[in-house]
Nanobody, 120 residues
Framework: QAQLVDSGGGLAQAGGSLRLSCAAP????????MGWFRQAPGKERDFVAA???????SYAESVKGRFTISRDNAKNMVYLHMNSLKPEDTAVYYC??????????????WGQGTQVNVSS
């Protein structure tokens, strides 16, 4: 069973950058599609970005051109590079994994979440 550990959240100013990381130990990591979701206070958990096992990427409209998802199969890691941050990006960010592509909105595996706060 996949276990995900996400990290890298913190405080950033508007216009700044952060990089989130997700460790996904296990021999079958390269066969999983990986994604990121986020949940702001009082709101539902929303899709942010996903990357297939072959490197095909998908993004929510709200982050296109600002966020980049990448993966390193040799290290069993997936990253979310966040640039031009806005206060509305403030949320708990969750790493996720699933074998399905296009990426499902109900992935089978989740990280514990990492808080991102963007100040104006």
């Amino acid at each position: 069973q996949a276990q995900l550990v996400d990290s890298g959240g913190g405080l950033a100013q508007a216009g700044g950058s952060l990089r989130l990381s997700c460790a996904a130990p296990g021999r079958t990591f390269s066969t999983y599609a990986m994604g990121w979701f986020r949940q702001a206070p009082g709101k539902e958990r929303d899709f942010v970005a996903a990357i297939s096992w072959s490197g095909v990427r998908s993004y929510a409209e709200s982050v296109k051109g600002r966020f980049t998802i990448s993966r390193d199969n040799a290290k069993n890691m997936v990253y979310l590079h966040m640039n031009s941050l806005k206060p509305e990006d403030t949320a708990v960010y969750y790493c996720a994994a699933d074998r399905l592509w296009p990426f499902t909105l109900r992935p089978g595996y989740w990280g514990q979440g990492t808080q991102v706060n963007v100040s104006s």
